[in-house]
């Protein structure tokens, strides 16, 4: 599976921005999708997950701002980020996962995206 992500940007506060990621390859085998960022001195976090039915999952600091979305039939998934804050600052990356069981899931990641806000 790749993913290439796209949409980064230098954003000021309360501004709008819009991340998107294609995937290509072994796509039926592709189950949740997701967002993940890593700010400078910080450990990757999960901002957004969603399910191939569509459930919604976010991490509290993004919730009511960041909408995340799927389209199964083009392979891609989105995120809709409102109200940016400075804080939101960090290089996003694309996520795919493969579950083998309940507990075990190969991981797929695309490039960064860098999101700066800033005014």
């Known amino acids: 599976v790749q993913l290439q992500a796209s949409g980064g940007g230098l954003v000021q506060p309360g501004g709008s921005l819009r991340l998107s990621c294609a995937a290509s390859g072994s796509i039926s085998s592709i189950d949740d999708m997701g967002w993940y960022r890593q700010a400078p001195g910080k450990q990757r976090e999960l901002v957004a997950s969603?399910?191939?039915?569509?459930?919604?999952n976010y991490a509290d600091s993004v919730k009511g701002r960041f909408t995340i979305s799927r389209d199964n039939a083009k392979n891609t998934v989105s995120l809709q980020m409102n109200s940016l804050k400075p804080e939101d600052t960090a290089v996003y990356f694309c996520n795919a996962k493969h579950y083998r069981d309940s507990v075990h899931y190969s991981a797929y990641w695309g490039q960064g995206t860098q999101v700066t806000v800033s005014s």
């Open positions: 969603i399910t191939t039915g569509g459930s919604a």
